[in-house]
């Protein structure tokens, strides 16, 4: 499994991120979801021969299903 560090913004409450991490962690594409709603992250864990856009791709189709003002973007 490798993990992707991504930057999250649009959550409103620590309420609505403890939800949308575990959408994130029992979609069939992550492996694991860990949202820190304090500091804007997000580290989603995926098969070692996933692609990293695509996989960022498919989090904020699950992102903005579940809240459409949400945004999940790759971090440098």
């Known amino acids: 499994m490798q993990k992707i560090r991504c930057d999250i913004e649009g959550l409103d409450c620590p309420h609505c991120a403890a939800k949308l991490e575990g959408l994130l962690a029992d979609h069939e594409a992550f492996g694991a979801a860990h949202l ?5 992250t997000l580290t989603l864990e995926v098969a070692d021969e996933a692609d990293e856009e695509r996989s960022v791709a498919v989090a ?16 440098d």
């Open 36 to 40: 820190n709603f304090a500091l804007g």
């Open 60 to 75: 904020n189709e699950v992102a903005r299903a579940f809240d459409e003002n949400v945004s999940i973007t790759l971090r």
